[in-house]
């Protein structure tokens, strides 16, 4: 049976566990693989991907780096979630904000320390990464449309630094990234939707605080309307494999989102719709081996040159 400490000692795990969103964490690890793998750097063998230690630190670096951005994210954020998130703002409380703090510095200076064997181009790009994350999170995501924004970019911004590091810069991973850019803009848009009362009284400067829900509805119909031009181009232009299924899928499950916007009209429904723009955002990290299912099928790109 559990003592009293190492019940305490579990609560505060699990407690640190939902302030960095571990169950985030192996998404955004395997994402990063399977972009490398797929799309960022799809000439070379994915063995000689998966073994490479420079590209397996800068992995963990972006993990890290993106853990700790949850950290000072929920450091500013404190009022706002016990609002908008009692139940997780409670289970988050069970770490001190001192403590916070002290894991947020120390998760940073690992990154610096890990870079710094990687190189000095390495080292500035996740510098400039974890300063950007932080005035994100102290100033920028109070100012409206810009938090949006800023926020998106930081989501893709880990890999663009791996596709630094391959030097592959082919056009139609600006298509995929502006297709990832889209949703994930369209999903803070919704959580704003979510959030509405926290951040009037957190005095957040977001769309539907300053403008309205109809005008903020307006917006992620128009932005929802755009993923049709990626979309058009990764199956028509590019060759994507079958992952034009994935695609496909996506529009049909966009326009159900589109035409539930409209009828939402409470914190459920925006939460139902964040989670669906979360399901197809999780679902198309999968769906990038479909672009050459032969690497899970009988490992031909694992063993053999083009």
Same mark, same amino acid.
């Given at each position: 049976?559990?003592?009293?400490?190492?019940?305490?000692?579990?609560?505060? *795990?699990?407690?640190?566990?939902?302030?960095?969103?571990?169950?985030?964490? =192996?998404?955004?690890?395997?994402?990063?693989?399977?972009?490398?793998?797929?799309?960022?750097?799809?000439?070379?063998?994915?063995?000689?991907?998966?073994? &490479? =230690? #420079?590209?397996?630190?800068?992995?963990?670096?972006?993990?890290?780096?993106?853990?700790?951005?949850?950290?000072?994210?929920?450091?500013?954020?404190?009022?706002?979630?016990?609002?908008? #998130?009692?139940?997780?703002?409670?289970? &988050?409380?069970?770490?001190?904000?001192?403590?916070?703090?002290?894991?947020?510095?120390?998760?940073?200076?690992?990154?610096?320390?890990?870079?710094?064997?990687?190189?000095?181009?390495?080292?500035?790009?996740?510098?400039?990464?974890?300063?950007?994350? =932080?005035?994100?999170?102290?100033?920028?995501?109070?100012?409206?449309?810009?938090?949006?924004?800023?926020?998106?970019? !930081?989501?893709? !911004?880990?890999?663009?630094?791996?596709?630094?590091?391959?030097?592959?810069?082919?056009?139609?991973?600006?298509?995929?990234?502006?297709?990832?850019?889209?949703?994930?803009? *369209? #999903?803070?848009?919704?959580? &704003?939707?979510?959030?509405?009362?926290?951040?009037?009284?957190?005095?957040?400067?977001?769309?539907? %605080?300053?403008?309205?829900?109809?005008?903020?509805?307006? *917006?992620?119909?128009?932005?929802?309307?755009?993923?049709?031009?990626?979309?058009?181009?990764?199956?028509?232009?590019?060759?994507?494999?079958?992952? &034009?299924?994935?695609?496909?899928?996506?529009?049909?499950?966009?326009?159900?989102?589109?035409?539930?916007? =409209?009828?939402?009209?409470?914190?459920?429904?925006?939460?139902?719709?964040?989670?669906?723009?979360?399901?197809?955002? %999780?679902?198309?990290?999968?769906?990038?081996?479909?672009?050459?299912?032969?690497?899970?099928?009988?490992?031909?790109?694992?063993?053999?040159?083009?």
């Amino acid at each position: 049976m559990l003592t009293r400490k190492s019940k305490v000692t579990l609560k505060k *795990i699990a407690s640190f566990f939902s302030v960095i969103r571990g169950y985030n964490i =192996w998404v955004i690890v395997l994402a990063q693989y399977l972009s490398a793998i797929f799309i960022l750097a799809p000439e070379k063998r994915a063995l000689d991907i998966i073994l &490479d =230690w #420079r590209l397996f630190l800068i992995v963990i670096a972006a993990t890290l780096t993106i853990a700790s951005g949850y950290i000072i994210n929920n450091f500013y954020d404190a009022k706002k979630d016990l609002i908008n #998130r009692p139940k997780k703002a409670m289970i &988050d409380r069970l770490v001190s904000q001192e403590t916070k703090l002290k894991v947020y510095f120390t998760i940073n200076f690992i990154v610096a320390l890990l870079m710094f064997f990687i190189s000095w181009r390495a080292l500035l790009f996740f510098s400039t990464y974890i300063f950007l994350i =932080w005035f994100y999170s102290h100033k920028l995501k109070k100012i409206v449309l810009i938090g949006n924004l800023t926020a998106a970019i !930081l989501a893709v !911004l880990p890999f663009f630094g791996i596709l630094m590091y391959y030097k592959n810069f082919y056009p139609v991973i600006l298509v995929h990234a502006s297709f990832l850019l889209l949703l994930i803009i *369209i #999903r803070e848009m919704i959580k &704003d939707l979510e959030n509405l009362e926290g951040d009037l009284i957190a005095e957040y400067q977001t769309i539907p %605080v300053v403008f309205g829900e109809k005008t903020a509805k307006s *917006i992620i119909s128009l932005l929802t309307a755009f993923t049709l031009l990626p979309v058009y181009f990764l199956i028509e232009i590019y060759d994507v494999g079958y992952m &034009d299924i994935y695609f496909y899928l996506s529009l049909m499950a966009l326009l159900f989102f589109s035409v539930s916007l =409209w009828k939402a009209a409470s914190k459920t429904a925006y939460l139902k719709l964040h989670f669906l723009l979360k399901f197809i955002i %999780v679902a198309g990290v999968f769906s990038i081996v479909l672009i050459e299912p032969s690497v899970l099928i009988h490992g031909k790109k694992l063993i053999s040159t083009y």
